[in-house]
């Protein structure tokens, strides 16, 4: 049988200025849409570029006084960069600069220019040099244009016109006889309602006395291609057209990733200009709202564009590629902040994914020495989180097939959720008490495990570095495409009993608010700096055994609000702390945590409880501030 297959594309994006969090959030869409379609054995077709040619670069060029084709070359290095610390991976890069690129340009405006389709006609017309495109009055906003508040000048000139009245009912009926021509449905309602009114005839091109930074018309020499001739006709250039085999096999599944401000182009012009050219029209159009940032529209006087880069740096690009999936209902506007970003991260990955993953794998460690001991089958029906997992596969399936891909998320996390609740309920450390408990427990954690395992697949679309993190650490057999298809994530049961398992890791670090704003409090006073104590020797020094630990569990000593009773792996061993942190730590925000642990500390009794060793902490007035490494480090590794 012939493989499925599926062609991915994010708009172009214009080379005059740097790349913000808009252009990160359509790249990043149609890379967890295309892993996700090569989860469900599709081969895949990702491509995304930059659009160089127009008016914008030309001055963009000129403030930097370097030429356009310098200039471009500058900036879509900056999108092309972006892309693996995005995580994106893109089969090909498209410039329209590139020659190729614009040999398919000439040769679909000849096509079309031959059938009769396009005609030379003198115009007159109010026209936006911030747009670069003639506006009509009913458009204007105050008589301005609504992007760039200002009015639009007059101007005569002739220039090449393509009839697209003449193809206005043949698209009419192409939208409503192809349900998922345009997702989500309030964009195919738009456009319908747009084509209620007559549509005009697309200018498309512009004199070389006015713009030279363009593609040449090649039936005349003196006037250059406007813009969407040439920046549509990307999608089928890349491909090879007309006769690379990646066009023969690919353009007949393309489906175009845009935002909602170039659904014209793309829902109007891109299909006509197909029908005109004979070709085959494309699949369809997923097309998603704007980014606000704090509320506003991104823009440069308000100061608020997002710069994706400075954000992948300060929360990695996992937790970044997480938040965005999961805060934008697809087709809908949303809004950034950097408050819900670090709330999505300590919530939803630190608190609720990160913490099952290092409870699960610790208490295997604590229990079973970190070999998997299996399902008893007696027990299997009673504990088993079998159904719950096929749920949250379907509900996934079903998201993410149609773009929804904050349900997708969802549908993982309710199953988180149910796994979080499920070790409250059956308490395998009590069950660890009890030595006639023994298969229960393991039944229990063998199901965790599962469970685990099935999530790890699931999240691999949105956070693929967190998903081979976890599969490794459940030493899942990966397969070389480094992703599990979604048919082999069922059956359940597939960890095998007596495998190893590695060591609890942490997947997100907490993000301390509180701990971050006194940071900077720190650095305005002046630190009260102690006197340093009596040297010693480096034997002195030595004698010290400092180990890295994880805290397995917290809970606060009664009548001793400042003391935590810890349990803390420290590899070989499990070892209760009684640490003085109470006041800046609440128990809840310490499990999973990473900390440095002094391990050959004579035992001592504090408040009636017995403690087998310290935490190293820094103190700043009274505050504690734990310590610990800018790396995962194994429980028990030295620290030196
Ligand atoms: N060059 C044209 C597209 C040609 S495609 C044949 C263009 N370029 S652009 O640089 O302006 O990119 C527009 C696209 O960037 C939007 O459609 C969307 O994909 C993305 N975004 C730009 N700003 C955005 C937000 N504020 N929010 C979400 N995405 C947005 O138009």
Redesign the pocket.
């Known amino acids: 049988m012939e493989k499925k297959r599926q062609f991915f594309t ?5 080379v005059n200025a740097k790349p ?4 990160a ?2 790249s990043i869409a149609a890379d967890v849409a295309t892993r996700f379609k090569q989860m469900d054995g599709h081969d895949t077709y990702f491509l995304t570029g930059t ?1 160089e040619h127009g008016d914008k670069i030309v001055q963009a060029a000129q403030k930097e006084k370097t030429s356009p084709k310098a200039y471009a070359d500058k900036i879509s290095q900056l999108f092309k960069d972006l892309l693996p610390l995005l995580h994106i991976q893109n089969n090909h890069f498209i410039r329209t600069t590139d020659p190729d690129h614009i040999k398919v340009v000439e040769a679909i405006l000849t096509k079309i220019h031959d059938s009769g389709d396009i005609y030379f006609s003198s115009y007159e017309g109010i026209y936006c040099f911030g747009c670069e495109r003639f506006y009509q009055e009913r458009e204007l906003v105050d008589g301005k244009c609504p992007d760039h508040g200002v009015a639009p000048q007059a101007i005569k000139e002739s220039n090449y016109f393509f009839k697209m009245s003449k193809y206005q009912d043949w698209l009419i009926d192409h939208i409503k006889t192809h349900p998922d021509f345009i997702r989500p449905d309030q964009y195919k309602n738009e456009l319908l309602s747009f084509l209620k009114e007559p549509l005009e005839d697309l200018c498309i091109s512009r004199p070389k006395s006015r713009l030279t930074w363009g593609i040449t018309l090649p039936f005349d020499q003196e006037y250059v291609t406007y813009v969407w001739f040439d ?2 006709v ?1 999608y089928i250039s890349a491909l090879g057209y007309p006769d690379g085999a990646l066009y023969q096999n690919f353009w007949p599944t393309s489906r175009h ?3 909602k ?2 659904i014209k182009p793309h829902g109007i012009y891109w299909p006509i200009m197909l029908k005109a050219a004979g070709l085959d029209i494309y699949d369809g159009l997923n097309v ?1 709202g ?2 606000n940032v704090k509320g506003s529209k ?1 823009s440069k006087s308000i100061g608020n564009v997002t710069d994706p880069v400075e954000v992948t740096r300060e929360f990695g690009p996992d937790p970044f590629r997480y938040f965005l999936m999961r805060e934008m209902v697809f087709g809908l506007d949303a809004n950034f902040t950097e408050d819900a970003i670090v709330s999505r991260i300590n919530s939803d990955l630190a608190n609720d994914l990160g913490n099952l993953f290092s409870r699960v794998l610790s208490m295997n460690h604590r229990y079973f020495n970190g070999r998997v001991a299996g399902a008893d089958a007696a027990l299997d029906q009673q504990y088993s989180l079998e159904s719950d997992g096929a749920k949250a596969i379907d509900g996934f399936k079903e998201a993410m097939a149609i773009c929804e891909f904050h349900k997708g998320l969802i549908s993982i996390w309710t199953f988180i959720s149910t796994m979080n609740k499920y070790i409250d309920t059956q308490e395998p450390w009590s069950l660890a008490k009890d030595e006639s408990k023994n298969s229960a427990l393991a039944t229990v954690l063998y199901n965790l495990m599962e469970g685990l395992r099935v999530i790890s697949c699931l999240i691999y679309p949105v956070m693929p570095a967190t998903s081979l993190k976890m599969q490794k650490a459940l030493c899942l057999d990966i397969p070389n495409k480094g992703f599990f298809g979604l048919d082999q994530i069922f059956p359940w049961s597939q960890i095998q009993k007596g495998t190893c398992l590695g060591a609890p890791e942490i997947l997100f670090p907490r993000i301390d608010t509180k701990n971050q704003a006194e940071k900077t409090l720190v650095k305005k006073e002046k630190p009260f700096k102690p006197p340093l104590k009596e040297e010693i020797g480096l034997d002195d020094f030595l004698k010290i055994d400092l180990r890295a630990g994880i805290i397995l569990s917290a809970e606060r000593i009664q009548d001793a609000n400042k003391l935590l009773k810890l349990m803390v792996d420290i590899g070989a061993q499990t070892r209760q702390v009684i640490a003085g942190i109470g006041k800046d730590y609440p128990p809840e925000d310490l499990v999973g945590k990473q900390v440095i642990v002094v391990a050959n500390l004579k035992e001592a009794q504090i408040m009636g409880e017995t403690s087998q060793g310290m935490i190293l902490v820094g103190s700043h007035k009274k505050q504690m501030i734990l310590t610990g490494f800018d790396k995962d480090l194994f429980p028990g590794n030295q620290v030196k």
């Open positions: 994010t708009p172009i994006y214009y913000h969090l808009g252009h959030y359509t659009d920046a549509l990307n990733f845009v935002a401000d170039i998603h704007f980014w991104m």
